[in-house]
């Protein structure tokens, strides 16, 4: 694997970098054992200093971590910026409510004495993240266990390996202790390494279905707790009552962010056939409305594709689909610029027997799906092997969210853009992953929820659990 820097706007080496030795990582854990002993015994509020720190840090240096971003993967720099500050808002979210989160919880008991819960850290973390949120998805591991106090070892995805170190370098900065988060530029056999390694307690994996596989397979074996963030096919339900000017005004939006290379990001249109021709024209013109350009430049609204392989696999993707009889609506022309340009492009006419019906296509293409009635709606939106996100529209959000409840995924919005906040839990079900990210959830994802009961004196009469004292004699 090798970890490096290509601008996919101009297809530029920017950066190579070696990878991680054999002395790197055991260098790593061992700092992040030690560290984590040391933890166990500092208040939580000194963390949160630290990690207040973290985010204004993360202010002050904004624009050179967004153009990183933005060179490494292809991000507009609008989008970059604004990825900055989110993991700056997520950082103070968790300083402010970590303690509160982590405090002690008394019991109600029958037992004999006092009862509680203690959480507490369980030892170093391994984050194996991706490269579209290269910021984003670090922040959602990070800031919940350093409150909690687990060290975390940091293995980021090849193409966005200045991104990752830059990171890093800025928690280092805020004054955080050497090892609360170490990055290195592992192989994959050295991930499974790490993991087996018993100083590792926990891994947390936002990535491809294969990849969380491997790594849950891992984990599993050495029985290590774990958290998977994988692929979405999130449905968009429109109503047949819905806001078609909020809809027209969100949907485009909600494909082409970040090129449409989101986990959460709508990839199904499913439409009531009163307003599909309306949708579907709105669409095509919003597709067609778009200006690809250099990433850097205010004017430019559609980003390059983070790598050429990427770009490849999803023509190859496209190609299929058509091949299986779907139809193109709008797009799958060149674009004539150098850089890893895909043109957004709509689909139709998408059967189930169509590889596109089950298979996530992670770029600028939508499926758009004509449905007559909601049971249908909600029929298309659950037969997936996803289950990560999901929006729907409704003249009536009570009814949209009736309608919401029915979709199997971790997470819908109603009448609105999908949204991620540190307060709101981030997960789903299904091939889409298990365990949550980020909220008071994602605070208890590592943590030893030790149970301690005490008592001045037993009381050998009244045992819980069903025991019975025996006398003695």
Not at 266 to 280: A, G, H, P, T
Request: hydrophobic fraction near 40%.
């Amino acid at each position: 694997m090798a970890y490096k820097t290509v601008n996919p706007y101009n297809n530029e080496v920017v950066k190579e970098y070696p990878n991680a030795t054999e002395d790197q990582l055991q260098e790593a854990l061992a700092t992040g054992h030690d560290l984590y002993k040391t933890m166990r015994k500092q208040p939580i509020s000194e963390r949160a200093k630290i990690l207040h720190n973290v985010a204004a840090k993360l202010r002050e240096h904004s624009d050179e971590l967004a153009k990183a971003c933005t060179v490494d993967m292809g991000k507009l720099y609008r989008e970059s910026k604004g990825e900055v500050e989110l993991v700056a808002i997520i950082a103070d979210w968790f300083a402010d409510h970590g303690e509160d989160l982590l405090k002690s919880e008394k019991i109600d008991t029958i037992a004999t004495g006092e009862a509680g819960i203690r959480h507490q850290s369980t030892g170093v973390i391994m984050m194996v993240e991706p490269w579209n949120f290269p910021y984003y998805q670090i922040m959602r591991v990070f800031a919940p266990n350093f409150m909690v106090g687990n060290p975390m070892i940091l293995k980021h995805a090849a193409n966005t390996p200045t991104s990752a170190q830059m990171f890093a370098d800025v928690v280092a900065e805020a004054g955080a202790p050497k090892g609360s988060l170490t990055n290195l530029f592992l192989s994959y056999d050295q991930v499974t390494e790490a993991i087996e390694d018993p100083r590792v307690q926990g891994v947390a994996l936002t990535g491809s279905e294969r990849g969380g596989t491997a790594v849950a397979g891992a984990a599993g074996k050495n029985l290590k707790k774990n958290t998977m963030e994988l692929g979405g096919m999130d449905p968009f339900v429109v109503l047949g009552d819905a806001d078609m000017d909020a809809v027209n005004d969100i949907a485009w939006r909600a494909r082409l962010y970040n090129c449409g290379q989101v986990c959460t990001s709508s990839k199904r249109f499913i439409v009531m056939d009163n307003v599909y021709d309306e949708f579907l024209d709105s669409l095509k013109k919003h597709f067609a409305a778009v200006k690809p350009g250099d990433p850097m430049d205010p004017a430019t609204t559609l980003a390059p594709m983070n790598t050429e392989k990427a770009k490849n696999k999803l023509q190859s993707q496209l190609d299929d689909a058509i091949a299986h009889g779907a139809k193109v609506a709008y797009g799958n022309e060149h674009i004539d610029l150098p850089g890893q340009f895909f043109m957004p492009t709509i689909l139709t006419d998408i059967d189930k027997d169509n590889p596109a019906f089950k298979t996530e296509l992670f770029g600028p293409i939508a499926s758009v799906y004509k449905v007559h009635s909601e049971q249908e709606a909600i029929d298309i939106a659950n037969d997936s092997p996803y289950g990560l996100g999901g929006i729907v529209f409704s003249g009536d959000a009570d009814h949209g969210a009736e309608v919401a409840g029915q979709i199997e995924t971790g997470m819908v919005f109603v009448n609105n853009f999908m949204a991620t906040l540190p307060e709101l839990p981030f997960g789903g079900v299904k091939l889409s992953g298990y365990g949550r990210e980020m909220s008071h959830i994602g605070q208890m994802a590592f943590v030893n929820e030790q149970l301690i009961v005490k008592t001045d004196k037993p009381d050998l009469g009244n045992l819980a659990g069903g025991l019975v004292a025996t006398d003695p004699e």
